[in-house]
């Protein structure tokens, strides 16, 4: 009998939207990020932030900007 007690968890659907607002917390930046399903999503590449604090995804156009908390 398959186990009808298992946990999903919840992921943002990936590159539907052009900016993200980032926090330390996500450091090393990737994208697609951990917390967005990957399965319909270009291949994860990690992306170095710029001196202003933001990157941009050469897949997806994805802008990522890091705040300062």
Known sequence: ???TNIETKQTRTPN???RYRVSRDDLPL????????????????????DDGGEA?????GAIFSLRED
């Open 16 to 18: 539907t939207e052009q």
């Open 30 to 49: 990737c994208c697609p990020m951990p917390d967005m399903s990957v399965w319909n999503s270009h291949p994860k590449v990690y992306l170095p932030l």
């Open 56 to 60: 941009t995804c050469p897949y997806c």
């Open 1 to 3: 009998m398959p186990d």
